[in-house]
Structure formats: structure tokens, C-alpha cells
């Protein structure tokens, strides 16, 4: 390679190595899904192995990207830095504290409680306090007992899993519409479009009625 492909090459590679450890593959995957060796897939990612277009197209749909990204005209977005560690100790205490809370509603006693489920006074009170993990049977069984859902226990309004849920329901969202309505959204030509019939959507059905009345004086 001349020393222009060279420096491109070098860029090439710490592109797609910024790729797959977004993506949390190995080494061993992306060579196994280009069909090459992994000395040669830790080369491209090095600039000293060039890979061929079909290449890229496979580690576009494999890494999740776009094409674009590879051209360095677009970025990719970095995942958020949560602590899952730390959220799942905020998440036993706040289900504990939401457990007491049902069972003094529902006027049972702890004693009464660890009768049911056949385990110590001991047991029901660190599951309350968040000390000790609840089994998810286990808190099924015991909110039942309770009067409440699982739902009731849910972090899904809230915190790092709200913010993935609503991620997940977009994308669905965004798949279900059919293909020619798909297109037409993505396309940034259509954004003005868009921002009209939102505008319309907030209008009330007195004033959508005269901006129809409008239309139709100007068009006849």
C-alpha cells in the first residue's frame, strides 16, 4: 500500500476496532463471520489487513452500524456507563421497601408471611430490608398473597430500565410501520412534513375544520 492507503488503512482499523468493542464481540467473531483468520482480522483492525467492501458490508449488519460510519462521515452513539452493580443492590431495597409497604396494606403480619412461604420471621424481614434477594417465584408467590402483580415491583416507569424500555418500544414502534412509511421518515428532505403534522395533530377539530375550509377556497 502507498503511504495515502497506509494512513487510511490505520483509520480503517481503529474504526472497526471502536466498532467491536461497542458491540462487545470478540476478536474470534468478526473473523468467523468474515470467514477469515483471526491473525488477518486482528490485522485489518491493526491497518495492515485491508479488507474488501462485502467485508464491511458484513461488519456494518454484524457490528450494528452504519456504512457511513466506516467513511467517517457518521458516529456511532457510546452506550451509557450505568452501574449495574450498584443498581441492582438501589433495585432489592426499593423492592423490599415495596414489599412492606403491600403487606402492611394488606394488614398481614410478617409472622403470617414467612407462614405462608414456609420460611423464618428472620427471612421476611431481610427480604424486606433488601438484605437478601428475593427469588422471583418467590416474590410472585408472596405478592399474590399480598393482593399485588409482579408490575406492582416493576422498575419500568423509572431509572436506567425506563430508559431501555422506551428504547425497545420505539424501535418496535418504528419497525411495525409498513416499508414506504418507513422510508419517508428517515428521509430529512420529509422533516417539514413531519413537524406540520404534528402541529396539526395538536390543533382541535373546530380549527382542523377551517384549515380544511381554507384549502378548499383556494383550491376551487
Not at 452501574?83 to 414489599?99: T, W
Not at 425506563?162 to 419517508?184: C, G, S, V
Not at 413537524?195 to 375544520?209: E, K, T
Request: include cysteine.
Amino acid at each position: 500500500m502507498n503511504n495515502l492507503n497506509q494512513t487510511r488503512a490505520k483509520i480503517l482499523g481503529e474504526l472497526i476496532r471502536d466498532a467491536r468493542l461497542r458491540a462487545n464481540r470478540s476478536i474470534a467473531d468478526c473473523a468467523q463471520v468474515l470467514g477469515i483468520s483471526e491473525d488477518d482480522y486482528t490485522q485489518a483492525e491493526m491497518g495492515e489487513y485491508a479488507p474488501s467492501l462485502p467485508d464491511l458490508e458484513v461488519l456494518a449488519m454484524y457490528l450494528e452500524v452504519p456504512m457511513a460510519y466506516f467513511w467517517g462521515s457518521s458516529s456511532i452513539e457510546v452506550p451509557e456507563n450505568t452501574d449495574f452493580e450498584g443498581f441492582v443492590n438501589i433495585r432489592h431495597r426499593i423492592i423490599g421497601a415495596l414489599l412492606r409497604r403491600a403487606r402492611l396494606q394488606s394488614t398481614r403480619s410478617i409472622e403470617e408471611v414467612a407462614d405462608y412461604i414456609g420460611a423464618s420471621v428472620e427471612q421476611v424481614q431481610e427480604y424486606e430490608s433488601g438484605a437478601t434477594a428475593i427469588p422471583l417465584f418467590e416474590l410472585e408467590r408472596i405478592g399474590k398473597y399480598l393482593g399485588v402483580n409482579i408490575d406492582y415491583f416493576s422498575d419500568e416507569a423509572r431509572g436506567p430500565l425506563a430508559n431501555h424500555e422506551t428504547k425497545q418500544k420505539m424501535q418496535q414502534r418504528f419497525e411495525d410501520l409498513p416499508p414506504e412509511i418507513r422510508d419517508f421518515v428517515v428521509e430529512p428532505i420529509n422533516l417539514s412534513y413531519l413537524q406540520i403534522a404534528m402541529r396539526l395533530s395538536d390543533l382541535d377539530v373546530n380549527r382542523l375544520r377551517n384549515i380544511a375550509e381554507g384549502l378548499l377556497d383556494i383550491t376551487f
